[in-house]
């Protein structure tokens, strides 16, 4: 059975960092593509970053280009969401997700086939 654990949200001025961790059980990560998604009160869920099977190619949301980096540890089958310079407009719970084995990456939530619980983030401003 598929698992994925989000950890690492909390409370944060703007301006300031946080790094969000998934921690998969029961599939590789390295062998599938990742998402980050949030979803802010009263909003869809929306796409913010992948990274493909193998971590040769990722995909962010513009609005959190040059902000936020993907990134996977294969060792503890864990992927990370550094988010840098954090806005108020941040705010929402973060989802991770997994989708097909050897797949690229997609910015639909249609695209993934696990998902974790969530994790919050909040950024006062």
């Known amino acids: 059975q598929v698992q994925l654990a989000e950890s690492g949200g909390g409370l944060v001025q703007a301006g300031g960092s946080l790094r969000l961790s998934c921690a998969a059980s029961?599939?590789?990560?390295?062998?599938?593509?990742m998402g980050w998604f949030r979803q802010a009160p009263g909003k869809e869920r929306e796409f913010v970053a992948s990274i493909s099977w193998g971590g040769a190619s990722t995909m962010y949301e513009d609005s959190v280009k040059g902000r936020f980096t993907i990134s996977r540890d294969n060792a503890k089958n864990t992927v990370y969401l550094q988010m840098n310079s954090l806005k108020p407009e941040d705010t929402a719970v973060y989802y991770c997700a997994s989708g097909p084995r050897y797949g690229l990456g997609s910015r639909n939530n249609g695209g993934y086939d696990y998902w974790g619980q969530g994790t919050q983030v909040t950024v006062s401003s």
């Open positions: 029961g599939r590789t990560v390295s062998l599938y593509p």
